[in-house]
Structure formats: C-alpha cells, structure tokens
C-alpha cells in the first residue's frame, strides 16, 4: 500500500485568503486526485492532476478557485483560493495502487475551517 | 453515467448481531466496488473490493461483501458487530473499462454499534 502524507491537517482561515494543502506520495503515480467532503456529505472530485499537463477539473470546479500543481510524479497541491465559510470541508488526496484494478488510497485529509 | 446509493443515512445494531450496509450502483462498463470506512478526523480506509471472481469478497476487519450483477449490489456485511465498527462508511465505484481512474461515492452511512 502507498503512503500519502497530506499537511495541514488542519487549518482556521479567515475569508478571502487562501490555503495550500500538500500532498507527498512515497511512489511515483501518474494521476493523482482531490476530493471535497463537505460536512455531512459524500466525497467529491474537485480535479485530477497529471504530472506534465494541467488539471481536469469536473464539473462545478473551476481553477482560479482551485488551483492545483503536480509538479514531479510524487507530489500535489491544491490551493483553495479567496475562501469563504462554505469552503469550510474536508479536502483528501487520492492515489491509486499501480495497477487501475487496485484500490484507492487516501491520505489522511485537511480539514479547513473558513471563519 | 455512474452513480453508487446508499438508501440508508444510519444503521443502528447490538454489539453481536449481525450488520448489514446497503449500496446499489449504475456504471457503463464493468463495475469495479469498493468499501471505504471513515473514522473521526480519520481519512478514508479500505476495507474490500470486487473486481473480478468470487461474488463473495472478504476484507479487513471481518468484513465480506457480495456482488450481485442481476440486482446490481453490493452490500456490506459482518457476522458480528463489535462497538468499535462504528464508523461512517463509503460505498464507491469505478468504470474497470476507463482509465480515467475516477471513483464515484455514494453518501455514507453512519453505522453505530451499541455495547
């Protein structure tokens, strides 16, 4: 299984900054990916992050919001940008395994609170 | 397009009895399912998977579940609940046919074992 650390764990921000979650892989993966988990909610896919290339966002995320580097095949960052309290989530990165059949791995979460 | 359901927000049982953890699916191709379990402040766990084989999967934590393609399923079980099964759990699914690599999760489902 992968090791992914994620930091912050947690963050208290005021609105209108920003904040950038790391994301540090201990194996080298081609896609890496962001979800949301708003509070009492179900995990969604904020955009997933090619090494080389930009991110594909889906739908309802757009990339001034959200801006996110894959800079090498190890490593991730989403910044969530001009914050408001309805950013206030559960943000986690996730990997795969190295074969597509396996299952995903998920570091532990940044939990932002947006006061 | 895919999509997991998870019909019940909370399951409650007794410490010994058996737990079942609803979770429907719709997906194109070949279903690929996952269980995932959520402790507070905790990121997200593996617990099983289907792939490909036997209907019946067991994973960690004395937890099986079984696909069944007719009724297009994929419930969680567990012979005897423990206390410290009380957790949120995902339900989720991947198109086995696309590389994207995408996971859709259904809502949660708080589970809660009393003593």
Same mark, same amino acid.
């Given at each position: 299984s992968a090791v992914i650390s994620q930091k912050p764990s947690r963050d208290i921000c005021q609105r209108g900054t920003s904040l950038t979650i790391q994301c540090?892989?201990?194996?080298?993966? =081609?896609?890496m990916f962001w979800y949301r988990q708003q509070p009492g909610q179900s995990l969604t896919l904020i955009a997933t992050a090619n090494q080389g290339s930009e991110a594909t966002y889906e739908s309802g995320f757009v990339i001034d919001k959200f801006p996110i580097s894959r800079p090498n095949l190890t490593f991730s960052t989403? =910044?969530?940008?001009?914050?408001s309290p309805e950013d206030s989530s559960i943000y986690l990165c996730s990997i795969f395994g190295q074969y597509m059949? =396996?299952?995903a791995f998920f570091g532990q979460g940044t939990r932002l609170t947006v006061v | 397009a895919q999509s997991v359901a998870q019909p019940e927000d909370q399951v409650n049982v007794a410490e010994g009895n058996p737990l079942t953890v609803k979770c429907t699916y719709s997906v194109s191709g070949n279903p690929y399912l996952f269980w995932y379990v959520q402790y /507070?402040? %905790? *990121? !997200?766990?593996?617990? !099983?998977?289907?792939?490909?084989g036997d209907n019946l999967v067991k994973g960690s934590y004395g937890f099986e579940a079984e696909f069944n393609k007719s009724q297009t399923s994929f419930h969680l079980k567990? /012979? #005897? $609940?423990?206390? #410290?099964? #009380? $957790?949120?759990y995902f339900c989720a699914v991947r198109d086995g046919g696309s590389t994207l690599g995408r996971l859709y999760f *259904? %809502? *949660?489902t708080q589970l809660t074992v009393w003593p």
């Open positions: 540090q892989v201990d194996s080298q993966v =081609t896609m989403l =910044t969530v940008s001009n914050m059949n =396996t299952e | /507070p402040n %905790r *990121g !997200l766990q593996f617990l !099983l998977k289907y792939i490909t567990k /012979p #005897s $609940a423990l206390v #410290s099964d #009380s $957790a949120l *259904g %809502r *949660g």
